[in-house]
């Protein structure tokens, strides 16, 4: 483990043996008789890793996980029930006043956290009611945790924040923050994740910590955190197989089972299309003939918004994209040959890129063009990495572009998306807006 010291990262124990199955049994009842509230010191288990997570319909489950050792807490079950019921702790029932102290109890399940004798705990919390506060704990003597399901129905605004290319250092920490602000439903990391490139269990589990510590609304609510991969998961960055990304199909493999890539679909009012830019899938093949059959099948949806993290329109990198329409050479290339045309065929409004370490907003686009009923390419991952951007005057598929660190908050309302892009210190950065898909593209205006 590279000299790690388990105590000093985790407070970890002994290790044990791997459970190889993924899916908890039903949930039980359960009574707690431990104490609900305390300060800090009154909770004997409180996992640094701990974090929310999708791995299927977000608004009836949810995903609990943390990294740690066998031996930790005697009881890793995890207990939830709906939070409006620890505000009632008395209730009158048939014979007469009783304390409602029940619980649903899920056990969790463990599986190898590689290159170290830690274990992810996992359970997956099911048949949960939509637009739903909860409350959970983690045995008896942890503390009590929230989350909240998303809506089974967009009739309010839908709101969450998007970025990538995070790393462990002080302005990552920062945008954590930032983000936390501004009570998002949910959180996006496009890839680069905490730079562990598939080698460091050290800044793999840091990047754990700093969102565990500091992604937390309103009210102590969890923001669940959706990602897809990136090249400094891997160990070689691109071309390699499964075993290569290990912490990161470690703590994701049960929305990305067997590729890198999957669809996360939010009732019927948005889905997530969550690609593999090469990294642990070819860009073409098998995936773009799974990207075009999963946009076909959401060609009439209000919301579906893709989110790779190498750009098919860098801001930083060179790229070549030729005033014809064809895709051209550099960065981006096979998103453009394989990709692109299924974006502007199906109509998909907007695609979350990053990779470029830089803020970027390109100009609505059709074939690499600028086209009022165009894709429109937001970017370019600069959470916690920064370069210099190249100037929208010498990228003419550029609009916008800045050498700060940012993260991008989305607002859904109605049939209109708004897009507010934020530096670490909450000042405006930029700001446009994409509305309801037109036949072969879609409305945009910055």
Same mark, same amino acid.
């Given at each position: 483990?590279s000299?790690?010291?388990?105590?000093?990262?985790?407070?970890?124990?002994?290790?044990?043996?791997?459970?190889?199955?993924i899916?908890?049994?039903?949930?039980?009842?359960?009574?707690?008789?431990?104490?609900?509230?305390?300060?800090?010191?009154?909770?004997?288990?409180?996992?640094?890793?701990l974090?929310?997570?999708?791995?299927?319909?977000?608004?009836?489950?949810?995903?609990v996980?943390?990294?740690?050792t066998?031996?930790?807490t005697?009881d890793?079950?995890?207990?939830y029930?709906p939070?409006?019921?620890?505000?009632?702790p008395?209730?009158?029932?048939?014979a007469g006043?009783a304390r409602?102290?029940?619980?649903?109890s899920?056990?969790?399940?463990?599986?190898?956290?590689?290159?170290?004798?830690?274990?992810?705990f996992?359970?997956?919390?099911?048949?949960l009611?939509?637009?739903t506060?909860?409350?959970?704990?983690?045995?008896k003597?942890s503390?009590?945790?929230?989350f909240r399901?998303?809506?089974?129905?967009?009739?309010?605004?839908?709101?969450?924040?998007?970025?990538?290319?995070?790393?462990?250092?002080?302005?990552?920490?920062?945008?954590?923050i930032?983000?936390a602000?501004?009570?998002?439903?949910?959180?996006?990391?496009g =890839?680069?994740?905490?730079?562990?490139?598939?080698?460091?269990v050290?800044i793999?589990?840091?990047f754990?910590r700093?969102?565990?510590?500091?992604?937390v609304?309103?009210?102590?609510?969890?923001?669940?955190?959706i990602?897809?991969?990136?090249?400094h998961?891997?160990? =070689?960055?691109?071309?390699?197989?499964r075993?290569?990304?290990?912490?990161y199909?470690?703590?994701?493999?049960g929305?990305?089972?067997?590729?890198?890539?999957n669809t996360?679909?939010?009732?019927?009012?948005?889905?997530?299309?969550l690609?593999d830019?090469g990294?642990?899938?070819a860009?073409?093949?098998?995936?773009?003939?799974?990207l075009?059959?999963?946009l076909?099948a959401?060609?009439?949806?209000?919301?579906?918004?893709?989110?790779?993290?190498?750009?098919?329109y860098?801001?930083f990198?060179?790229?070549?994209?030729?005033?014809? =329409?064809?895709?051209g050479t =550099?960065?981006?290339?096979?998103?453009r040959?394989?990709w692109?045309?299924l974006?502007?065929?199906?109509?998909?409004p907007?695609?979350?890129?990053?990779?470029d370490?830089t803020f970027?907003?390109?100009?609505?686009?059709?074939g690499?063009?600028?086209?009022?009923n165009?894709?429109?390419?937001l970017?370019?991952?600069?959470?916690?990495r920064?370069?210099?951007?190249?100037?929208?005057?010498?990228?003419?598929?550029l609009?916008?572009?800045?050498?700060?660190?940012?993260?991008?908050?989305?607002r859904?309302?109605?049939?209109?998306?708004?897009?507010?892009?934020?530096?670490?210190?909450?000042r405006?950065?930029?700001?446009?807006?994409?509305?309801?898909?037109?036949?072969?593209?879609?409305a945009?205006?910055?």
């Amino acid at each position: 483990m590279s000299g790690l010291s388990r105590r000093a990262l985790l407070g970890a124990s002994l290790a044990g043996a791997f459970a190889p199955s993924i899916r908890a049994a039903q949930p039980q009842w359960s009574a707690l008789d431990a104490p609900l509230v305390g300060g800090p010191d009154d909770f004997a288990f409180q996992p640094t890793t701990l974090f929310l997570t999708w791995h299927r319909d977000p608004t009836t489950t949810m995903t609990v996980q943390w990294v740690g050792t066998v031996g930790e807490t005697a009881d890793t079950a995890v207990y939830y029930r709906p939070a409006n019921l620890g505000a009632t702790p008395y209730l009158a029932i048939a014979a007469g006043a009783a304390r409602m102290n029940l619980w649903k109890s899920q056990a969790t399940v463990t599986k190898p956290y590689p290159k170290t004798d830690f274990k992810v705990f996992r359970t997956e919390l099911t048949g949960l009611v939509p637009g739903t506060d909860y409350e959970f704990r983690i045995g008896k003597s942890s503390p009590v945790y929230r989350f909240r399901t998303m809506p089974a129905k967009a009739s309010d605004a839908i709101h969450f924040v998007s970025g990538g290319d995070c790393g462990v250092n002080a302005h990552a920490v920062a945008n954590n923050i930032q983000a936390a602000r501004q009570d998002p439903m949910f959180a996006v990391v496009g =890839g680069d994740l905490g730079y562990d490139n598939g080698r460091s269990v050290e800044i793999s589990l840091a990047f754990l910590r700093n969102y565990s510590k500091h992604m937390v609304g309103k009210n102590g609510r969890m923001i669940p955190m959706i990602t897809c991969i990136g090249n400094h998961e891997v160990d =070689g960055g691109f071309g390699k197989t499964r075993e290569k990304a290990p912490f990161y199909y470690a703590l994701f493999d049960g929305l990305f089972p067997d590729t890198g890539y999957n669809t996360l679909d939010f009732g019927d009012y948005l889905s997530l299309v969550l690609l593999d830019t090469g990294h642990t899938s070819a860009i073409g093949g098998d995936q773009a003939d799974w990207l075009e059959k999963t946009l076909k099948a959401r060609k009439d949806h209000p919301n579906t918004i893709v989110v790779n993290h190498v750009p098919a329109y860098p801001s930083f990198r060179k790229a070549e994209v030729p005033a014809d =329409g064809k895709e051209g050479t =550099g960065t981006g290339v096979g998103n453009r040959k394989h990709w692109v045309p299924l974006f502007e065929k199906y109509r998909v409004p907007v695609v979350l890129e990053h990779h470029d370490h830089t803020f970027k907003r390109t100009k609505p686009l059709i074939g690499g063009l600028a086209d009022d009923n165009g894709v429109l390419f937001l970017g370019d991952g600069s959470w916690g990495r920064l370069r210099a951007p190249q100037a929208p005057d010498k990228l003419a598929y550029l609009a916008a572009s800045s050498g700060d660190y940012h993260l991008t908050l989305h607002r859904i309302q109605g049939k209109e998306r708004f897009h507010l892009a934020l530096d670490e210190n909450g000042r405006v950065m930029d700001a446009s807006h994409t509305g309801q898909r037109k036949t072969g593209a879609v409305a945009v205006s910055g």
